[in-house]
Every structure is written in C-alpha cells, then in structure tokens.
C-alpha cells in the first residue's frame, strides 16, 4: 500500500468522527424519530448518500456526479428533516425553502459546466486511489454538514420562535449574496463562451469589482441563513454557527480563492493587465 493510501486509510475515521460529534452536538434538544435524533439522521445520511454514489464513481473512474451529488444531498437532508420534524414553523420552512433553491441552482450550473468541460482537473491524481477517492467524497459529507448546519438545527430543534427582525435581516442578505452569485457565475458563463475570449480572463461587470464575487455572494447567503436560525440556537446546538465560518475559510484558504488565483498567475502572471487588475481589483468583497 502507497504513503498516501495509508495516510488516507488514517484520514478516513476521523473524517467520520468529527461528523458523529457534530451530529452529537447539533442534535441536542432537536426532535427525534423513532427515538433518533433528526439532526442526527440528517447528517447520517449526507454521509451514505456519498458513499453509495462513490461506488460507481470508482468503478467507472468518473468525477462527473460530484458536485450534482452534493448539491442533491442538500435537497434530500433539508427536504427529509422538514417531512419527519414533528413540528413545523414558518423560520424552518423559510430556511427550508432557500437552502433547496440554492441547491438546484448551483447544482444545475456546477453539472452543466462538467459536462461541458468533460472532466475536473482537481480529480486526475486522486481518481485511481481507492481510500483518496473516498476520502473527497467523504468530505462532501463532512462540508454539507457543515454548511447546512444551521439551517438543519432551525429546522429540528424543540426550541420554536416566530418569524422576527433576525428572519427579515438575514432573508434580505440572503437574497443580496444569491443574486450577486447568481449574476456573477452568468457573465462568466457568458465570457468564457465568447470565442473572442479565448485565453483571456474576465474583468467586467461584477468581476471588476471583485476578482472572486461569486465566492463572496455565497459567503453571504449562508451568514444569512446563520442569521435566520441564530434566535433558535440553544445549548450545543450553537456549533451550528460554524457554518458561515466554515464557508468562508474553505473558499478563502482552502479550495476556492486560493486555487483559482493560483492558476490565474500561472497562465497570465507577468502581463500588465493582468498585474493591473490584481492591483485595483479586491480579492474577495467588492469595490464600491
């Protein structure tokens, strides 16, 4: 067995087990189920739903259904725990109902784009290792519990509150970060289909205002999911805030602004518009 199999093998349980402790913690004084916690069974199932779709994944050496899948398993824990809960408010059908939308958008867009470009880069070195292969999909699990968490606990918890002034302030920045993500994923799409555009990159609409404004309407949306769910949160079920925190480190330290930057000074590093748009272009919030 390789180095880096066997460092996945290790990597593999305490992936889980830090997904057991979230459970453990986001579904005190939420309902349960036949005696299980839904909170729990939620996150239960994020995680199978990966491992059943990696089977097949593995086999045909394929990352097609990566992005589809994660967005699908939003759809199937938001939807499963709002059919199962007990009881039911306006805040948990409201979070409910922008957790779906956003999911079918991104997914939609996310899959139409592999299935345009034919392949994942990030997935080449990964794909033939069994345990590494596992361990992305595994990942998944772990990032849709933590980005969904909040919401999840709003929408389990025994703890009920009328709609207020935190479901009217985090719903309008919700709104505010899904249409700047919305409309900046639309003119790239536009740009990069323009033949004209061929090895160029796009510093236009949005874009010239941040080199990464896509990234920062989804850091919005989920503070105001955060926001929607923060006046419910009681006792452990506070570790549910790590969901906007989570969101915004993984785009801005891990997978997203780090890797996208990356490779845009590796392909047009050195050239004057390029060094000019870096220079008065923000990377992450916008310029007014």
Avoid: C
């Avoid at 349980?13 to 839904?38: E, M, N, R």
């Avoid at 935190?166 to 003119?187: K, N, P, S, T």
């Avoid at 920062?216 to 006046?231: H, K």
């Amino acid at each position: 067995m390789k180095k880096t199999d066997r460092s996945s093998l290790v990597i593999f349980p305490i992936l889980v087990l830090i997904g057991f402790l979230v459970a453990l913690a986001g579904s005190q004084g939420g309902a349960s189920i036949a005696g299980i916690p839904v909170f729990g069974l939620s996150v239960g199932l994020a995680f199978l739903i990966q491992w059943l779709v990696f089977i097949p994944s593995y086999w045909f050496q394929t990352e097609k259904f990566f992005d589809l899948t994660g967005s699908l398993t939003y759809i199937s824990i938001t939807i499963m725990a709002v059919l199962v809960s007990p009881v039911l408010d306006n805040r948990s059908l409201l979070l409910a109902s922008l957790v779906v939308i956003w999911a079918v958008r991104l997914g939609s867009f996310l899959f139409r784009r592999i299935q345009k470009a034919g392949k994942d880069d990030r997935f080449d070195e990964l794909k033939p290792s069994f345990f590494r292969f596992l361990n992305v999909w595994t990942i998944q699990g772990l990032w849709v519990t933590f980005t969904v968490a909040a919401a999840l606990v709003a929408i389990t918890t025994a703890n009920r509150k009328e709609l207020d002034l935190f479901a009217i302030v985090g719903f309008l920045i919700w709104a505010l970060g899904f249409a700047i993500e919305v409309i900046a994923d639309a003119q790239k799409s536009r740009f990069s289909a323009n033949p004209e555009n061929k090895g160029k990159f796009i510093q236009t609409g949005l874009w010239s205002r941040s080199r990464h404004p896509n990234y920062f309407g989804e850091i919005m949306l989920w503070v105001g999911v955060a926001i929607i769910a923060l006046p419910v949160l009681q006792g452990w079920q506070w570790v549910a805030m790590i969901s906007p925190l989570f969101v915004t480190l993984l785009l801005t330290r891990v997978s997203g602004v780090p890797l996208l930057e990356k490779k845009a000074d590796t392909k047009w590093g050195g050239q004057e518009d390029y060094e000019n748009y870096k220079k008065k272009t923000p990377v992450l919030i916008p310029r007014l």
